[in-house]
């Protein structure tokens, strides 16, 4: 068959003219579909003043209600579900201090064509009103809490403590006049990093609630943790607890604010650690009218002191009195605060007892007789290397005394004052070698402790062996220290009397307050430097 070219033509524009109509017929289609309405839009601002929020959005006249979703995960899951015939919804009784979600739906009279769920955003509900303090991270140790409130209205008289995660009850505290007084309370037996709820009550009433998380517990060099906190009405239970089965590697926390006693001759026969938990009061106290020793025969890796305040008898008390045979790898005393003994460390033993460190570290020691801060008082005894550092010592008749030698003496940063008694040496070796010499780094002496009814307050220096050589270094005296014997090498003289550098040496307040001093950046006790 033979087409002709205009044959062809109207052939073609035909065709497209039909799928011109067909395109035509299928928008025609598409506009009768259903015909949603628009997602819901904010008006004005969500508002919080209680435990309710008020959302409110813009009206379509199209709409015949309003769906309205409430969460508080971001809609994974639906805490509420309403419907409103007007564009504003007043949420109630909602959870105080939580942080909810918000989304809206318009409705039509065609289910079909009702609007997508519109987010109009989230807000905070208020707290709830109350009498507690918001805690701070001073509020919490790593078992217990300070709640802290303010008195008004009705009198508070318990604490109620629930964990957060399942709202368990933990325990009920009563609250006592002295409470309210001070209007604290510290609840002990917490465990460590766990977050708590404590409520407050007046009787039935609620009066709020905070929450509390406790610090995770302390690391300590130990393995076996004996903590004695919560323990309140037993002063020797520090002294039971040693007498008993202790194991070595032992660390004993005692609890801030209390008085421990030691009333007789303790034994120490493994490593251990007594140390302040931490806590809301000064540190614990650890009275001695007794002593400690160690177990005859025993070797010992270590002993340590940490953060406590130690008080005896001048006349008579130590804290060590060493009587037994034993090998012992270090002892420390770390941020103590010792004071009035007649020796803090004394060993007298006439059996062999080898310490081979001995440390005195950020402490302060004030108020020892005749027997010292060390006092190795028999020659069948050696501790190989003495530390003093970073420390306070003042009136004190006697510091480092030793009837046999050492491997080495290092006292740096050290703060001296009425130490020692005049006419005793600061160090004193005998005959005795320091093989390694003795160091004095960094060091200030004020002037030195004058005896009871006389004025004289001129000291000596160092005493030791033949072999032994004393290094002095960035260490001042001043103007009133004098040494009529064995003067330290290279000290530094300081131009004014002890009373003008120190803030209030006679009560234990060595704050440097001469700013042209040229130590003042860095001789002596770091606690006392700007």
Not at 190 to 198: C, F, P, S
Not at 402 to 407: D, E, I, L, P, Q
Not at 412 to 421: G, I, S
Not at 494 to 513: I, Q, V, W
Request: include cysteine; proline fraction near 3%.
């Amino acid at each position: 068959m033979n087409y002709t070219y205009s044959t062809m033509k109207n052939v073609f524009f035909g065709l497209f003219a039909a799928l011109l109509l067909l395109t035509a017929c299928e928008k025609d289609e598409e506009l009768v579909g259903p015909d949603r309405l628009f997602r819901p839009v904010q008006k004005g601002l969500m508002e919080s003043q209680g435990n309710w929020i008020m959302a409110s959005w813009q009206k379509d006249k199209e709409a015949i209600a309003y769906k309205v979703e409430l969460s508080r995960d971001t809609f994974k899951t639906i805490a509420l579900t309403l419907e409103v015939d007007t564009n504003q919804v007043l949420l109630e009784d909602l959870e105080w201090d939580q942080l909810y979600q918000i989304q809206v739906q318009a409705l039509a009279q065609d289910p079909a064509k009702s609007s997508g769920m519109a987010f109009l955003g989230e807000m905070k509900t208020a707290k709830f009103p109350t009498i507690l303090i918001s805690p701070t991270a001073n509020d919490v140790t790593d078992v217990a809490a300070l709640v802290r409130w303010t008195n008004s209205g009705e009198a508070a008289t318990a604490l109620k403590v629930l964990r957060a995660d399942d709202q368990s009850l933990v325990k009920e505290v009563e609250l006592t006049a002295e409470d309210l007084e001070k209007q604290s309370k510290v609840v002990n037996g917490l465990a460590g990093a766990t977050e708590y709820v404590i409520y407050a009550y007046s009787g039935e009433t609620v009066r709020g609630w905070e929450k509390y998380t406790t610090k995770a517990a302390q690391e300590y060099p130990g393995s076996n943790i004996i903590d004695l906190r919560g323990i309140e009405d037993n002063p020797s239970i520090l002294q039971e607890t040693l007498q008993g089965d202790v194991p070595a590697g032992s660390v004993v926390i005692l609890q801030r604010g209390l008085t421990y006693t030691i009333s007789s001759t303790t034994l120490l026969k493994g490593a251990l650690t007594i140390v302040s938990g931490l806590g809301f009061d000064p540190v614990a106290k650890i009275k001695f009218s007794g002593n400690f020793d160690f177990e005859a025969g025993s070797t010992i890796d270590s002993i340590r002191f940490s953060s406590l305040s130690m008080s005896g008898d001048f006349g008579g008390g130590y804290v060590m009195n060493v009587d037994k045979q034993a090998t012992v790898g270090k002892v420390i005393f770390n941020a103590c605060e010792i004071k009035s003994f007649r020796g803090v460390v004394r060993i007298k033993s006439s059996s062999p007892v080898l310490i081979s460190d001995f440390t005195i570290n950020n402490s302060v020691i004030d108020s020892i007789n005749g027997y010292g801060v060390l006092n190795v008082d028999n020659t069948a005894a050696r501790v190989e290397n003495v530390k003093i550092l970073n420390s306070t010592i003042y009136k004190a008749q006697q510091v480092l005394v030793s009837k046999s030698g050492s491997n080495s003496v290092l006292i740096q940063n050290v703060t001296f004052n009425e130490a020692p008694l005049s006419g005793n040496y600061l160090v004193n070796y005998n005959s005795n070698d320091v093989a390694g010499n003795i160091k004095i780094h960094n060091s200030l002496l004020g002037i030195g402790w004058a005896k009871i009814g006389e004025t004289a307050t001129a000291v000596r220096g160092v005493k030791a062996g033949a072999g032994t050589s004393v290094d002095v270094m960035g260490t001042y005296s001043t103007s009133d220290y004098t040494a009529t014997s064995n003067e330290l090498p290279n000290i530094i003289s300081y131009s004014r009397e002890h009373s003008y550098l120190f803030k209030d040496p006679a009560n234990g307040d060595f704050t440097l307050m001469d700013r042209t001093f040229s130590g003042y950046n860095s001789a002596g006790d770091p606690r006392w430097r700007p």
